[in-house]
């Protein structure tokens, strides 16, 4: 038995070095006294749910993820992708396994142009934040390949950085500057995911974790499931075809069935933080779940706004038998 996971631990980064003029545009702990409270309240939440591997999403450095280990009971291995955002966080792997085979993935594949960001026709041909793959082998000769990504936030930032707008215009038009990039990102990641499934998911195994930035359901989300018709809870799920081979399956409506959720955006809970996974997995859950913490409520005006929880996000942890 095996527990993979994924979870966004929002702004883990250390403090800026003594002396240094705080910057709003980088991610940093507000003092050394506020950023070991918060590794220590990762390093809770982390020991309770007990993971094999944890994608981690919103991390500030190597180093920080090292103090996340460090804090932790037993040998941990870890990776993080070298391709932060402008404010500095990336995604990382942890993992009580080696990890094997460590990929970046960073540009947009071959015949995906790029992507219009902004109003003065700004394009970019990459991901904002650079997705991971890696492989464990939680057995000999038995291979696992997990991915990890944070895509594009639909929580959207106008010229200036403010978060609201009173010009319904510019809100329409940054929206589908966001939408573009996330879409993009989705593309890039599934084409990550068809190197990783080598069109045998029937046998290998694969996982696909993450902040997506939206439901299940979402067509960007949607790109990563590879051929349609067959997600679970549709009239397809149980019926085979040649499709099986390349396909992803997201894990989120056994979450949902049971009430779980990754955020609170606006007072309502929502799951924006995925696991999927190749055919060859399916027969193998044993159990999906988000962590049981109560959640500070993110708003669009105010998404940043300080809490006393470790994260805005719950971890998502699905267990397999393996």
């Known amino acids: 038995m095996i527990t993979i996971g994924t979870w966004n631990v929002e702004n883990f980064c250390r403090p800026l070095p003594a002396g240094t003029p705080p910057n709003p545009n980088k991610c940093a702990a507000k003092d050394q006294a506020a950023y070991e409270a918060k590794v220590?309240?990762?390093?809770?939440?982390v020991s309770e749910i007990a993971p094999d591997l944890l994608g981690v999403q919103e991390v500030g450095s190597q180093e920080a993820l090292d103090d996340l280990v460090a804090a932790l009971p037993g040998?941990?291995?870890t990776a993080v992708s070298d391709h932060p955002d402008p404010r500095g966080i990336r995604v990382g792997v942890i993992s009580r396994s080696p990890l094997l085979d460590v990929q970046q993935r960073l540009a947009f594949p071959t015949h995906l142009g790029g992507v219009q960001v902004n109003d003065d026709g700004t394009t970019i041909d990459e991901m904002g934040r650079g997705g991971l793959a890696v492989r464990i082998e939680p057995t000999p000769g038995q291979s696992v390949h997990v991915a990890v990504c944070h895509l594009?936030?639909?929580?959207?930032?106008f010229p200036g950085g403010g978060h609201s707008t009173h010009d319904e215009g510019l809100r329409a038009r940054f929206a589908a500057y966001a939408l573009f990039r996330r879409g993009a990102e989705a593309v890039t990641m599934r084409d990550l995911a068809d190197d990783l499934l080598q069109g045998d998911g029937k046998t290998r195994e694969v996982i696909v974790l993450g902040d997506f930035n939206d439901d299940w359901k979402a067509a960007t989300t949607q790109i990563l499931y590879g051929p349609p018709g067959?997600?679970?809870g549709t009239g397809g799920f149980a019926h085979p075809d040649q499709g099986d081979a390349k396909r992803l399956w997201n894990l989120a409506p056994r979450i949902l069935e049971q009430g779980g959720f990754s955020r609170l955006f606006e007072g309502q809970p929502e799951l924006i933080d995925h696991i999927m996974i190749s055919h060859a997995l399916l027969a193998k859950v044993t159990e999906v779940s988000t962590g049981n913490e109560k959640l500070p409520n993110v708003t669009e005006a105010h998404p940043t706004a300080a809490h006393d929880k470790p994260s805005d996000h719950s971890p998502v942890i699905a267990k397999f038998d393996l």
């Open 152 to 157: 594009k936030s639909k929580l959207l930032t």
């Open 75 to 77: 040998v941990w291995h």
């Open 40 to 45: 220590e309240a990762l390093a809770g939440v």
């Open 230 to 232: 067959s997600q679970i």
